[in-house]
């Protein structure tokens, strides 16, 4: 299997005629629901943030859904996700479930770490999600630890570590790509290029701005994907996870993506448009793109409602399992700790 091409005009996953491999169906249904999850379950996290139920920092995914579940659709069990702090999203995409993630997030003792860590460190073993990481990068070595523990166990498995376009910048990464690349290890790295980096525009903070070259001098092989089309999302996941379980090493997946909210919630996003935004909105939504091409498909629109009203059902009893759950007991300040 050849290095791919690395151009902008040549996206991962494209077909001759520069579109994406078309999804079945049961495909399209299927991703129009788990982003719809993350969509509805953000927008009931970003309200509750405002009544004050959610404290500390809130990352919210909108925008992003296609990329962490495209990506999921080219795993198989058994293979390791890893993220930074804007980790709801790929949470919800491995399977965690709505009520412990939004009860975590409230400080509730239903939560996957009872409570104690907040929007931005939750872990579940069961589904191998191994985090959310409120240090920049620091998910980067850990994924690629995670690899190596891979590679030493001799299975088939593949780590995916996501980070951002700011995080491409930290010294950790560069350390990682050298070591994945000198011990072929099974990892992908996936670039969730959302354009700014905290407030920052990645042409104000990034000298190479094509993050899929990122690891050219470590002859690691990189693409740039739409990733505000599921489809192109999954076609390129399909190939990076070829090239890791066949022993080849680590690949690097540049999603060019958008989110719609500020960086966090106490960010009013005044170094963009408005108009920059509602256009995205209206000309690549991800969720919207699936939805068009259902109805063209002759799906009913009473069946996509009925999608959507069975996902708020789920939100909203997360929403009032969150507030109804107890708080952990003063106990619990001594338990899980390392001394």
Not at 55 to 77: D, N, P, R, S, T
Not at 275 to 300: C, F, G, M, T, Y
Request: aromatic residues 8%; hydrophobic residues 35%; contains cysteine.
């Amino acid at each position: 299997m050849a290095a791919p091409k690395k151009s902008v005009d040549k996206e991962s996953g494209l077909k001759a005629n520069g579109s994406p491999p078309e999804f079945t169906k049961a495909q399209e249904l299927a991703a129009l629901r788990d982003m719809l999850l993350i969509r509805r379950f953000e927008e009931k996290a970003g309200q509750l943030y405002g009544m004050g139920a959610i404290g500390g920092f809130c990352h919210l995914y909108i925008g992003q859904e296609a990329v962490v579940v495209g990506m999921q659709m080219a795993l198989k069990q058994g293979d390791q996700v890893i993220t930074g702090y804007r980790d709801h999203g790929h949470m919800l995409a491995c399977g965690m479930e709505a009520n412990g993630v939004m009860a975590e997030r409230t400080g509730r003792r239903g939560g996957y770490s009872k409570g104690k860590g907040g929007s931005m460190h939750m872990f579940s073993m069961e589904k191998n999600f191994f985090g959310g990481h409120g240090i920049v990068g620091a998910q980067v070595t850990l994924g690629t630890g995670l690899a190596f523990a891979n590679r030493y166990r001799g299975n088939d498995f593949v780590s995916v570590a996501y980070f951002g376009d700011g995080a491409s910048n930290q010294g950790q990464v560069y350390e990682s790509f050298n070591m994945a690349e000198l011990w072929k290890l099974p990892v992908i790295y996936v670039i969730e290029n959302n354009r700014y980096a905290m407030g920052t525009s990645v042409t104000r903070s990034s000298a190479q701005t094509d993050f899929s070259k990122r690891g050219i001098s470590f002859n690691i092989p990189g693409q740039q994907v739409d990733g505000m089309d599921v489809r192109a999302v999954k076609a390129a996941g399909d190939e990076a996870v070829a090239w890791c379980r066949a022993g080849k090493g680590p690949f690097i997946l540049e999603m060019q993506t958008y989110r719609y909210r500020g960086h966090s919630m106490s960010d009013p996003a005044k170094y963009r448009t408005r108009e920059e935004v509602e256009k995205i909105r209206h000309d690549q939504d991800p969720i919207e793109q699936v939805r068009n091409r259902l109805l063209a498909a002759k799906v009913s629109e009473q069946e996509l409602k009925a999608i959507d009203a069975e996902v708020r059902e789920i939100v909203n009893a997360s929403a009032d399992f969150a507030q109804r759950d107890p708080e952990p007991d003063a106990s619990e300040l001594w338990t899980d700790v390392y001394r």
